[in-house]
Protein backbone atom coordinates (compact mmCIF):
# COMPACT_ATOMS: atom_id res chain seq x y z
CA UNK A 1 0.00 0.00 0.00
CA UNK A 2 1.42 3.10 -0.77
CA UNK A 3 0.85 4.88 2.71
CA UNK A 4 3.12 2.24 4.12
CA UNK A 5 5.61 3.33 6.27
CA UNK A 6 8.11 0.63 5.52
CA UNK A 7 7.57 -0.54 1.88
CA UNK A 8 10.23 -3.79 1.26
CA UNK A 9 13.74 -4.38 1.24
CA UNK A 10 16.26 -3.01 -1.34
CA UNK A 11 19.56 -4.30 -2.61
CA UNK A 12 22.48 -1.90 -1.34
CA UNK A 13 24.74 -2.85 -4.67
CA UNK A 14 22.77 -3.33 -7.75
CA UNK A 15 18.88 -1.52 -6.26
CA UNK A 16 16.80 -4.59 -6.99
CA UNK A 17 13.65 -4.13 -4.67
CA UNK A 18 12.32 -7.26 -2.64
CA UNK A 19 8.82 -7.62 -0.55
CA UNK A 20 9.38 -7.68 3.08
CA UNK A 21 10.81 -11.47 3.54
CA UNK A 22 12.77 -12.94 6.22
CA UNK A 23 15.96 -12.51 3.46
CA UNK A 24 19.20 -10.95 4.11
CA UNK A 25 20.78 -10.84 0.92
CA UNK A 26 20.02 -10.24 -2.81
CA UNK A 27 19.60 -13.24 -5.05
CA UNK A 28 20.96 -11.63 -7.75
CA UNK A 29 24.64 -10.70 -6.47
CA UNK A 30 24.20 -11.32 -2.87
CA UNK A 31 24.40 -7.96 -2.01
CA UNK A 32 23.02 -6.69 1.76
CA UNK A 33 19.59 -5.97 1.88
CA UNK A 34 18.48 -2.77 3.30
CA UNK A 35 14.98 -1.54 4.49
CA UNK A 36 13.20 1.06 2.56
CA UNK A 37 10.99 3.57 4.13
CA UNK A 38 8.22 5.94 2.73
CA UNK A 39 9.57 8.92 4.56
CA UNK A 40 6.96 11.50 3.28
CA UNK A 41 4.62 9.58 5.42
CA UNK A 42 7.18 8.79 8.11
CA UNK A 43 7.14 12.66 8.44
CA UNK A 44 3.61 13.35 8.76
CA UNK A 45 3.43 11.70 12.54
CA UNK A 46 6.99 11.73 13.17
CA UNK A 47 7.32 14.96 14.67
CA UNK A 48 9.56 16.71 17.45
CA UNK A 49 6.68 17.18 20.48
CA UNK A 50 5.30 13.22 19.02
CA UNK A 51 8.37 11.95 19.51
CA UNK A 52 8.91 13.80 23.39
CA UNK A 53 4.98 12.63 24.02
CA UNK A 54 5.71 9.22 23.64
CA UNK A 55 7.77 6.93 26.80
CA UNK A 56 11.60 6.73 26.63
CA UNK A 57 12.61 3.43 24.79
CA UNK A 58 13.93 2.70 20.86
CA UNK A 59 9.66 2.92 20.20
CA UNK A 60 9.75 6.53 20.20
CA UNK A 61 10.68 6.06 16.90
CA UNK A 62 8.54 4.05 16.10
CA UNK A 63 7.93 5.40 12.34
CA UNK A 64 11.54 4.31 11.36
CA UNK A 65 11.58 0.86 12.68
CA UNK A 66 10.75 -1.97 10.21
CA UNK A 67 7.92 -3.47 11.83
CA UNK A 68 4.30 -2.90 10.31
CA UNK A 69 2.22 -3.97 13.73
CA UNK A 70 2.85 -2.57 17.36
CA UNK A 71 6.04 -3.79 18.93
CA UNK A 72 5.77 -7.25 20.85
CA UNK A 73 9.03 -7.74 21.75
CA UNK A 74 11.27 -6.10 23.82
CA UNK A 75 8.99 -2.99 24.86
CA UNK A 76 10.96 -1.58 27.22
CA UNK A 77 14.07 -0.93 25.49
CA UNK A 78 16.38 1.71 25.26
CA UNK A 79 16.07 5.17 26.71
CA UNK A 80 19.91 4.44 28.16
CA UNK A 81 21.66 7.97 29.48
CA UNK A 82 23.84 10.09 27.50
CA UNK A 83 26.03 10.83 30.13
CA UNK A 84 28.36 14.09 29.79
CA UNK A 85 31.45 12.69 30.75
CA UNK A 86 33.50 16.14 31.80
CA UNK A 87 35.83 14.28 33.81
CA UNK A 88 37.19 11.88 31.62
CA UNK A 89 36.70 14.85 29.00
CA UNK A 90 39.39 16.56 31.57
CA UNK A 91 40.95 13.57 31.73
CA UNK A 92 41.54 13.27 27.63
CA UNK A 93 42.04 16.67 27.66
CA UNK A 94 38.80 17.77 25.10
CA UNK A 95 36.49 20.17 25.38
CA UNK A 96 33.06 18.45 25.30
CA UNK A 97 32.66 14.84 25.96
CA UNK A 98 29.40 12.16 26.41
CA UNK A 99 29.24 8.77 27.11
CA UNK A 100 26.16 6.95 25.51
CA UNK A 101 25.84 4.18 27.92
CA UNK A 102 24.32 0.74 26.59
CA UNK A 103 26.06 -1.06 29.60
CA UNK A 104 22.77 0.05 32.00
CA UNK A 105 20.25 -1.36 28.46
CA UNK A 106 17.06 -3.28 29.50
CA UNK A 107 16.88 -6.06 29.94
CA UNK A 108 20.80 -7.75 29.45
CA UNK A 109 22.70 -5.06 30.07
CA UNK A 110 23.98 -4.56 25.83
CA UNK A 111 22.97 -2.35 22.76
CA UNK A 112 21.72 -5.99 21.52
CA UNK A 113 18.86 -5.07 23.41
CA UNK A 114 17.61 -2.60 20.63
CA UNK A 115 18.13 -5.17 17.48
CA UNK A 116 16.66 -7.91 19.34
CA UNK A 117 13.48 -5.35 20.23
CA UNK A 118 13.07 -5.39 16.24
CA UNK A 119 14.22 -8.63 15.22
CA UNK A 120 12.08 -10.31 17.47
CA UNK A 121 8.52 -8.16 17.21
CA UNK A 122 9.52 -8.87 13.22
CA UNK A 123 9.97 -12.39 13.43
CA UNK A 124 6.45 -12.64 15.32
CA UNK A 125 5.00 -10.58 12.63
CA UNK A 126 6.44 -13.22 10.06
CA UNK A 127 4.78 -15.60 12.15
CA UNK A 128 8.04 -17.48 13.45
CA UNK A 129 8.05 -19.79 17.01
CA UNK A 130 11.82 -20.63 16.64
CA UNK A 131 14.50 -17.81 16.73
CA UNK A 132 18.40 -17.76 16.83
CA UNK A 133 21.31 -15.97 16.38
CA UNK A 134 25.22 -16.74 15.87
CA UNK A 135 26.77 -14.66 18.61
CA UNK A 136 29.89 -13.72 20.18
CA UNK A 137 28.37 -13.27 23.76
CA UNK A 138 25.67 -10.14 24.43
CA UNK A 139 23.19 -11.01 21.38
CA UNK A 140 23.22 -14.66 22.76
CA UNK A 141 21.96 -13.71 26.16
CA UNK A 142 19.45 -10.68 24.60
CA UNK A 143 18.13 -13.57 22.13
CA UNK A 144 17.64 -15.95 24.85
CA UNK A 145 15.99 -13.45 27.11
CA UNK A 146 13.49 -11.53 25.16
CA UNK A 147 12.70 -14.69 23.16
CA UNK A 148 11.80 -16.61 26.11
CA UNK A 149 9.89 -13.37 27.26
CA UNK A 150 8.09 -13.29 24.03
CA UNK A 151 7.72 -17.11 24.61
CA UNK A 152 9.33 -18.17 21.37
CA UNK A 153 11.85 -21.01 21.44
CA UNK A 154 15.61 -19.98 20.58
CA UNK A 155 18.80 -21.92 19.38
CA UNK A 156 21.77 -19.58 20.48
CA UNK A 157 25.26 -20.45 18.57
CA UNK A 158 28.26 -19.01 19.95
CA UNK A 159 32.40 -20.39 19.84
CA UNK A 160 33.00 -22.46 22.49
CA UNK A 161 35.93 -19.70 24.21
CA UNK A 162 33.33 -17.16 25.48
CA UNK A 163 33.33 -15.67 28.75
CA UNK A 164 31.24 -17.47 31.68
CA UNK A 165 28.70 -14.38 31.98
CA UNK A 166 27.74 -14.48 28.46
CA UNK A 167 27.26 -18.12 28.72
CA UNK A 168 25.54 -18.52 31.79
CA UNK A 169 23.70 -14.79 31.11
CA UNK A 170 22.15 -16.53 28.00
CA UNK A 171 21.58 -20.43 29.50
CA UNK A 172 19.88 -19.09 32.18
CA UNK A 173 16.49 -18.42 30.13
CA UNK A 174 16.04 -21.63 28.83
CA UNK A 175 17.35 -20.95 25.45
CA UNK A 176 19.19 -23.98 24.12
CA UNK A 177 23.25 -22.49 24.40
CA UNK A 178 24.88 -24.36 20.91
CA UNK A 179 28.67 -24.45 21.19
CA UNK A 180 30.72 -24.63 18.32
CA UNK A 181 34.50 -25.57 18.27
CA UNK A 182 36.27 -22.96 16.18
CA UNK A 183 35.67 -18.74 16.42
CA UNK A 184 33.02 -16.58 15.38
CA UNK A 185 32.92 -16.54 11.41
CA UNK A 186 32.56 -20.32 11.55
CA UNK A 187 29.15 -20.30 14.07
CA UNK A 188 28.18 -17.75 11.81
CA UNK A 189 28.68 -19.69 8.29
CA UNK A 190 26.86 -22.49 10.42
CA UNK A 191 23.96 -20.49 11.41
CA UNK A 192 23.49 -19.16 7.79
CA UNK A 193 22.78 -22.97 6.71
CA UNK A 194 20.69 -23.50 9.44
CA UNK A 195 18.22 -20.37 9.22
CA UNK A 196 17.08 -21.60 5.54
CA UNK A 197 17.27 -25.42 6.04
CA UNK A 198 15.41 -25.45 9.46
CA UNK A 199 13.26 -22.22 8.47
CA UNK A 200 13.95 -20.70 11.56
CA UNK A 201 14.25 -16.44 12.47
CA UNK A 202 17.96 -15.92 12.83
CA UNK A 203 18.20 -12.10 14.07
CA UNK A 204 21.89 -11.84 12.06
CA UNK A 205 21.02 -14.29 9.27
CA UNK A 206 17.92 -14.07 7.48
CA UNK A 207 16.19 -11.61 10.16
CA UNK A 208 19.25 -9.63 9.27
CA UNK A 209 17.86 -6.24 7.65
CA UNK A 210 15.25 -5.72 10.18
CA UNK A 211 18.04 -6.74 13.28
CA UNK A 212 19.96 -3.79 11.93
CA UNK A 213 17.73 -1.43 11.70
CA UNK A 214 16.98 -1.37 15.35
CA UNK A 215 20.65 0.20 15.74
CA UNK A 216 19.76 3.34 14.96
CA UNK A 217 17.81 4.02 17.68
CA UNK A 218 21.20 4.92 19.34
CA UNK A 219 21.92 7.28 17.33
CA UNK A 220 18.21 8.66 17.03
CA UNK A 221 18.95 8.88 21.28
CA UNK A 222 21.95 10.51 20.71
CA UNK A 223 20.84 13.28 18.66
CA UNK A 224 17.38 13.62 20.47
CA UNK A 225 19.70 14.01 24.39
CA UNK A 226 21.81 16.85 22.69
CA UNK A 227 18.94 19.25 21.86
CA UNK A 228 18.25 17.70 17.96
CA UNK A 229 21.95 18.27 16.74
CA UNK A 230 24.34 15.48 16.07
CA UNK A 231 28.02 15.85 17.31
CA UNK A 232 31.23 16.43 15.78
CA UNK A 233 32.62 13.12 16.15
CA UNK A 234 30.82 9.77 17.32
CA UNK A 235 33.45 6.72 18.10
CA UNK A 236 31.84 3.46 18.00
CA UNK A 237 33.52 -0.75 17.95
CA UNK A 238 33.15 -2.17 15.58
CA UNK A 239 32.86 -6.38 15.10
CA UNK A 240 30.64 -6.85 12.28
CA UNK A 241 30.84 -2.83 11.25
CA UNK A 242 27.02 -2.34 11.00
CA UNK A 243 26.51 -0.61 14.31
CA UNK A 244 28.59 2.37 12.78
CA UNK A 245 27.00 2.54 9.76
CA UNK A 246 23.01 2.80 11.09
CA UNK A 247 23.85 5.55 13.73
CA UNK A 248 24.95 7.86 11.06
CA UNK A 249 21.81 6.50 9.09
CA UNK A 250 19.87 7.91 11.93
CA UNK A 251 21.10 10.87 12.08
CA UNK A 252 20.77 11.36 8.20
CA UNK A 253 17.51 9.92 8.47
CA UNK A 254 16.18 12.76 11.48
CA UNK A 255 18.27 15.29 9.19
CA UNK A 256 15.70 14.15 6.48
CA UNK A 257 13.13 14.83 8.30
CA UNK A 258 13.78 17.96 9.32
CA UNK A 259 14.36 17.30 12.74
CA UNK A 260 17.80 18.55 13.83
CA UNK A 261 18.86 22.10 13.83
CA UNK A 262 21.59 21.84 11.87
CA UNK A 263 23.39 19.74 8.87
CA UNK A 264 25.15 16.55 9.94
CA UNK A 265 28.67 17.16 9.92
CA UNK A 266 29.60 14.11 12.22
CA UNK A 267 32.45 12.37 11.58
CA UNK A 268 32.43 8.60 12.75
CA UNK A 269 35.01 6.99 13.76
CA UNK A 270 35.60 2.92 14.92
CA UNK A 271 37.72 1.00 16.84
CA UNK A 272 38.65 -2.16 17.08
CA UNK A 273 41.23 -4.33 19.02
CA UNK A 274 44.61 -4.93 17.29
CA UNK A 275 44.31 -9.05 17.77
CA UNK A 276 41.45 -8.95 15.40
CA UNK A 277 41.37 -5.46 12.98
CA UNK A 278 39.95 -6.49 9.47
CA UNK A 279 37.73 -3.10 9.62
CA UNK A 280 40.70 -0.83 10.92
CA UNK A 281 43.31 -2.06 8.89
CA UNK A 282 41.22 -1.46 5.78
CA UNK A 283 40.76 2.50 6.86
CA UNK A 284 44.15 2.53 7.53
CA UNK A 285 45.85 1.15 4.44
CA UNK A 286 42.96 2.33 2.19
CA UNK A 287 42.25 -0.80 0.50
CA UNK A 288 39.58 -1.50 -1.17
CA UNK A 289 38.23 -4.91 -0.17
CA UNK A 290 38.19 -6.30 3.51
CA UNK A 291 41.25 -8.92 4.23
CA UNK A 292 39.56 -11.18 7.04
CA UNK A 293 41.61 -12.45 9.97
CA UNK A 294 41.73 -15.88 10.47
CA UNK A 295 42.44 -16.22 13.80
CA UNK A 296 40.96 -13.18 15.70
CA UNK A 297 43.14 -13.33 18.89
CA UNK A 298 42.07 -10.84 21.79
CA UNK A 299 40.22 -10.20 25.02
CA UNK A 300 37.57 -8.19 23.55
CA UNK A 301 35.95 -11.17 22.37
CA UNK A 302 32.59 -9.60 21.74
CA UNK A 303 34.16 -7.68 18.82
CA UNK A 304 36.11 -10.38 17.87
CA UNK A 305 34.53 -11.43 13.99
CA UNK A 306 37.31 -11.46 11.94
CA UNK A 307 35.30 -11.57 8.69
CA UNK A 308 32.82 -8.60 9.06
CA UNK A 309 29.76 -8.46 7.42
CA UNK A 310 29.74 -4.26 6.62
CA UNK A 311 33.44 -4.11 7.06
CA UNK A 312 33.02 -2.64 3.43
CA UNK A 313 30.91 -0.47 3.89
CA UNK A 314 32.17 0.52 7.46
CA UNK A 315 35.21 1.73 5.81
CA UNK A 316 33.73 3.87 3.22
CA UNK A 317 31.70 5.48 5.72
CA UNK A 318 34.18 6.70 7.69
CA UNK A 319 36.47 7.57 4.85
CA UNK A 320 33.51 10.18 2.89
CA UNK A 321 32.59 11.51 6.63
CA UNK A 322 36.05 12.58 7.26
CA UNK A 323 36.75 9.87 10.00
CA UNK A 324 39.06 7.40 10.57
CA UNK A 325 40.04 3.70 12.42
CA UNK A 326 42.40 2.54 15.02
CA UNK A 327 42.54 -0.36 17.36
CA UNK A 328 44.66 -1.04 20.53
CA UNK A 329 46.52 -3.88 22.26
CA UNK A 330 45.26 -5.76 25.10
CA UNK A 331 46.78 -3.95 27.82
CA UNK A 332 45.56 -0.64 26.46
CA UNK A 333 41.86 -2.29 26.78
CA UNK A 334 42.35 -2.98 30.16
CA UNK A 335 43.43 0.61 31.08
CA UNK A 336 40.54 2.36 29.00
CA UNK A 337 38.14 0.13 31.30
CA UNK A 338 39.63 1.27 34.41
CA UNK A 339 39.95 5.03 33.47
CA UNK A 340 36.27 5.23 32.41
CA UNK A 341 35.09 3.57 35.84
CA UNK A 342 37.15 5.86 37.76
CA UNK A 343 36.38 9.30 36.33
CA UNK A 344 32.87 8.45 35.32
CA UNK A 345 32.19 5.66 37.26
CA UNK A 346 30.90 3.58 34.28
CA UNK A 347 32.05 -0.42 34.43
CA UNK A 348 32.02 -1.41 30.39
CA UNK A 349 32.92 -4.65 29.14
CA UNK A 350 36.50 -5.12 27.22
CA UNK A 351 34.48 -3.74 24.27
CA UNK A 352 33.76 -0.47 26.03
CA UNK A 353 37.82 -0.69 26.95
CA UNK A 354 38.28 -0.54 22.96
CA UNK A 355 36.32 2.06 22.42
CA UNK A 356 37.81 4.40 25.00
CA UNK A 357 41.43 2.80 24.45
CA UNK A 358 40.75 4.04 20.42
CA UNK A 359 38.92 7.00 21.59
CA UNK A 360 42.24 8.50 23.58
CA UNK A 361 44.56 7.15 20.60
CA UNK A 362 42.76 9.58 18.10
CA UNK A 363 42.69 12.39 20.22
CA UNK A 364 46.60 12.18 20.73
CA UNK A 365 47.05 11.76 17.12
CA UNK A 366 44.96 15.04 16.39
CA UNK A 367 42.60 12.61 14.14
CA UNK A 368 39.46 13.99 16.70
CA UNK A 369 39.14 17.65 17.14
CA UNK A 370 40.03 18.65 21.10
CA UNK A 371 37.53 21.47 20.63
CA UNK A 372 34.40 19.89 19.32
CA UNK A 373 31.69 17.38 20.90
CA UNK A 374 32.72 14.08 21.16
CA UNK A 375 30.25 10.97 21.73
CA UNK A 376 31.68 7.45 22.67
CA UNK A 377 29.41 4.85 22.36
CA UNK A 378 29.68 2.08 25.29
CA UNK A 379 27.92 -1.32 23.92
CA UNK A 380 28.21 -3.56 26.91
CA UNK A 381 28.69 -3.92 30.66
CA UNK A 382 31.63 -4.79 32.23
CA UNK A 383 30.25 -7.57 34.84
CA UNK A 384 29.76 -9.72 31.99
CA UNK A 385 33.82 -9.83 31.03
CA UNK A 386 35.37 -9.92 34.56
CA UNK A 387 37.87 -12.72 33.86
CA UNK A 388 39.56 -10.14 31.55
CA UNK A 389 40.57 -8.38 34.78
CA UNK A 390 41.67 -11.29 36.82
CA UNK A 391 45.38 -10.33 37.64
CA UNK A 392 44.54 -6.46 36.88
CA UNK A 393 43.26 -5.27 40.00
CA UNK A 394 45.33 -4.92 43.83
CA UNK A 395 45.48 -8.94 45.44
CA UNK A 396 43.10 -8.27 48.49
CA UNK A 397 44.67 -9.01 51.84
CA UNK A 398 42.30 -9.41 54.64
CA UNK A 399 42.56 -7.14 57.91
CA UNK A 400 40.86 -8.41 61.24
CA UNK A 401 37.85 -6.01 62.72
CA UNK A 402 40.56 -3.95 64.53
CA UNK A 403 41.30 -0.01 64.46
CA UNK A 404 44.84 -0.79 64.57
CA UNK A 405 44.99 -3.40 61.21
CA UNK A 406 43.03 -0.78 59.65
CA UNK A 407 45.40 2.13 60.09
CA UNK A 408 48.02 -0.33 59.38
CA UNK A 409 46.66 -0.30 56.07
CA UNK A 410 45.59 2.73 54.99
CA UNK A 411 47.66 5.21 57.84
CA UNK A 412 46.30 7.21 60.82
CA UNK A 413 43.29 8.80 60.33
CA UNK A 414 43.77 12.87 60.30
CA UNK A 415 43.71 14.59 63.78
CA UNK A 416 40.88 16.86 63.20
CA UNK A 417 38.74 13.56 62.34
CA UNK A 418 39.58 12.08 65.76
CA UNK A 419 38.74 15.10 68.00
CA UNK A 420 35.52 14.88 65.99
CA UNK A 421 35.18 11.57 66.56
CA UNK A 422 35.44 12.00 70.37
CA UNK A 423 32.77 14.36 70.82
CA UNK B 1 33.16 -36.30 -7.38
CA UNK B 2 33.47 -33.55 -5.25
CA UNK B 3 29.80 -31.14 -4.40
CA UNK B 4 29.33 -28.03 -4.55
CA UNK B 5 26.93 -27.37 -1.93
CA UNK B 6 24.19 -24.14 -2.95
CA UNK B 7 22.16 -21.91 -0.43
CA UNK B 8 18.42 -22.23 -0.22
CA UNK B 9 17.54 -19.24 -1.67
CA UNK B 10 19.41 -19.97 -4.96
CA UNK B 11 18.04 -23.12 -5.54
CA UNK B 12 15.86 -22.23 -8.04
CA UNK B 13 18.54 -22.20 -10.20
CA UNK B 14 19.71 -25.36 -9.86
CA UNK B 15 16.59 -27.24 -9.72
CA UNK B 16 15.80 -27.10 -6.65
CA UNK B 17 18.97 -29.12 -6.04
CA UNK B 18 20.75 -28.02 -2.38
CA UNK B 19 23.99 -29.86 -3.80
CA UNK B 20 25.29 -30.89 -7.20
CA UNK B 21 28.40 -32.58 -8.09
CA UNK B 22 30.70 -31.45 -10.68
CA UNK B 23 34.13 -32.01 -11.93
CA UNK B 24 37.33 -30.11 -11.82
CA UNK B 25 40.73 -30.05 -9.51
CA UNK B 26 40.60 -26.64 -8.38
CA UNK B 27 37.78 -24.32 -6.69
CA UNK B 28 37.66 -22.29 -9.86
CA UNK B 29 37.28 -25.23 -12.03
CA UNK B 30 34.77 -26.96 -10.05
CA UNK B 31 32.27 -23.33 -9.37
CA UNK B 32 33.13 -22.93 -13.18
CA UNK B 33 31.95 -26.50 -14.32
CA UNK B 34 28.65 -26.01 -12.31
CA UNK B 35 28.12 -22.96 -13.51
CA UNK B 36 28.63 -24.13 -16.84
CA UNK B 37 25.53 -26.64 -16.63
CA UNK B 38 23.37 -23.65 -14.50
CA UNK B 39 24.42 -20.27 -16.06
CA UNK B 40 22.07 -18.54 -14.01
CA UNK B 41 23.89 -19.26 -11.04
CA UNK B 42 27.16 -18.05 -12.70
CA UNK B 43 26.01 -14.85 -13.04
CA UNK B 44 25.07 -14.30 -9.28
CA UNK B 45 28.30 -15.90 -8.02
CA UNK B 46 30.91 -14.54 -10.19
CA UNK B 47 31.20 -10.57 -11.82
CA UNK B 48 31.85 -10.09 -15.22
CA UNK B 49 35.47 -9.93 -14.66
CA UNK B 50 34.87 -13.63 -13.54
CA UNK B 51 35.63 -12.69 -9.59
CA UNK B 52 33.74 -14.34 -7.16
CA UNK B 53 31.36 -10.96 -6.11
CA UNK B 54 31.91 -9.05 -3.06
CA UNK B 55 29.57 -10.96 -0.99
CA UNK B 56 30.14 -14.00 -1.91
CA UNK B 57 32.43 -16.72 0.39
CA UNK B 58 33.55 -20.06 -0.82
CA UNK B 59 34.20 -22.81 1.74
CA UNK B 60 36.51 -25.82 0.36
CA UNK B 61 35.03 -28.18 3.57
CA UNK B 62 35.06 -26.33 6.41
CA UNK B 63 37.99 -23.33 5.21
CA UNK B 64 37.49 -20.41 3.73
CA UNK B 65 39.05 -20.20 -0.12
CA UNK B 66 40.92 -17.06 0.98
CA UNK B 67 42.81 -18.52 3.61
CA UNK B 68 44.21 -21.39 1.26
CA UNK B 69 44.66 -20.35 -2.67
CA UNK B 70 41.52 -18.63 -3.44
CA UNK B 71 39.85 -20.03 -6.34
CA UNK B 72 42.78 -21.92 -7.44
CA UNK B 73 42.92 -23.86 -4.28
CA UNK B 74 42.97 -27.32 -4.97
CA UNK B 75 40.07 -29.89 -4.96
CA UNK B 76 39.76 -33.74 -4.04
CA UNK B 77 37.25 -36.01 -5.30
CA UNK B 78 35.45 -36.01 -2.35
CA UNK B 79 35.51 -32.45 -1.10
CA UNK B 80 32.75 -30.37 -0.62
CA UNK B 81 32.61 -27.00 -2.00
CA UNK B 82 30.06 -24.37 -0.29
CA UNK B 83 28.79 -20.83 -1.76
CA UNK B 84 28.14 -18.81 1.64
CA UNK B 85 25.98 -15.45 1.41
CA UNK B 86 28.77 -13.42 2.95
CA UNK B 87 25.73 -10.78 4.55
CA UNK B 88 25.16 -12.37 7.97
CA UNK B 89 26.35 -12.07 11.68
CA UNK B 90 27.99 -9.25 13.74
Excluded at chain 1, 254 to 279: R, S, W
Aim: hydrophobic letters at 40%; glycine letters at 10%.
Amino acid sequence: MADELVQGMKCRLCGKLYPKEPLNFCTDDFGPLEVVYNYEAVAKTLTRSAIQSRPNTIWRYRELMPIDGEPTVGIHVGGTPLVKADRLAKALGIKELYIKNDAVNHPTLSFKDRVVAVALSKAVEFGFTTVGCASTGNLAGSVAANASAAGLESYVLIPDNLEQGKVLGAQIYGAKVVAVTGNYDQVNRLCSQIAFRYGWGFVNVNLRPFYAEGSKSMGFEIAEALGWRTPDHVVVPMAGGSLIGKIYKAFKEFELLGLLNGPVQTKMFGAQATGCNPITNTVKTEANKVRPVRNPNTIAKSLAIGDPADGFFASKLMRETGGWAEDVDDDSIIDGMKLLAETEGIFTETAGGVTLAVTKKLIEQGKINRDGSTVICITGNGLKTQEALLGHMPKLTAISPTLVDFEALVGAAPAAELADATV
Amino acid sequence: MPVVRIPTPLRPHTDGQDSVESTGTTVGEVLGNVGTKYPALKERIFDDAGELRRFVNVYLNNEDIRYLDDLATAVAANDEVSIIPAVAGG
